[in-house]
């Protein structure tokens, strides 16, 4: 059985007061909702002090990138080490810092050996953009960022994947549940193909890409989904919590 999980990925947004104030506002309510493991993403400066309020509770944190160096002359980076006690998850390979930052594949695979090594988890995205969508080769890209950004790296069952096709994200325009289930299962295969099938059935794989209360049911109740990375909608805690919400109940009925 794969724990349901739901993370929020804040982006660059919330000062240290908005970060506090809008955990604040849901962490009562998400700690009721155990049977979910969910996981918020702040911007690197609000980490520690979000720690603070957290600690003890059932959610945990993550970072929403990292460098891959250990320490050293790299201005302006955060390493692994530096946030190893602070959270649990990093976000890696995110389509908006291949975009703007220009990470490759390699650079996103070097990453997740360095957040592994430290004893962190990665919630590795990969997602094909709208073109590549309607040239049919969704697959292909898929199959490469899987297989790219897991080289070299033996069973990690900590490892979790997030799908977020670009032409779903931040758009409004979410794809159908029946679509990312479909997709989802394609992801897993591959992960068969590194891991082994039973190793692969236990790796927690989310859907991302405009998520919100509406239309989360439609994904959750894919078998292949375990969750979602929802950006906008983690934004605003009624509607996270009403995300979390779902999903603990939709899993708990299947
Ligand atoms: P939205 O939920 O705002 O579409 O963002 C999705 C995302 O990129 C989460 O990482």
Redesign the pocket.
């Known amino acids: 059985m794969r724990k349901p999980f739901i993370?929020g990925?804040w982006?660059m947004n919330t000062n240290l007061a908005e970060g506090l104030a809008l955990v604040k506002a849901m962490l009562g309510d998400l700690e009721k909702l155990k049977s979910v493991e969910t996981v918020l993403?702040p911007p690197f400066v609000s980490l520690q002090p979000i720690m603070d309020l957290v600690r003890g509770s059932s959610i945990y944190l993550g970072a929403q990138n990292v460098y891959f160096k250990e320490s050293g002359a790299y201005t302006g980076e955060v390493s692994p080490r530096m946030i190893a006690g602070l959270c649990k998850y990093v976000?890696l390979g995110?389509?908006?810092r291949r975009q703007y930052f220009l990470e490759t594949d390699a650079v996103v695979n070097a990453k997740v050996k360095a957040v592994l090594a430290t004893g962190l988890a990665p919630i590795l995205?990969v997602g094909e953009t709208l073109e590549q969508n309607e040239a049919g080769k969704t697959g292909e890209v898929l199959t490469r960022q899987v297989r790219d950004g897991l080289k070299d790296i033996a069973v990690e069952k900590s490892v979790v994947i997030?799908y977020?096709p670009i032409w779903?994200?931040?758009?409004?325009r979410?794809a159908t549940g029946a679509q990312a289930g479909q997709t989802i299962g394609l992801i897993r295969h591959t992960i068969a193909e590194l891991w082994g099938g039973e190793n692969a059935d236990e790796i927690r794989i989310l859907y991302?890409?405009?998520?919100?209360g509406s239309n989360v049911t439609e994904f959750i109740k894919e078998t292949q989904i375990d969750g979602a990375?929802?950006?906008?909608?983690?934004l605003k805690a009624a509607d996270f919590v009403e995300i979390v919400r779902l999903t603990e109940k939709i899993k708990q009925q299947s």
Do not use: D, F, M, Q
């Not at 779903?168 to 409004?172: H, S």
């Not at 991302?208 to 919100?212: I, R």
């Not at 990375?229 to 983690?234: D, H, P, T």
């Open positions: 993370a990925n982006k993403c976000i995110h389509s908006e995205c997030a977020e779903a994200i931040g758009t409004g979410a991302g890409g405009s998520v919100t990375l929802v950006g906008g909608a983690s």
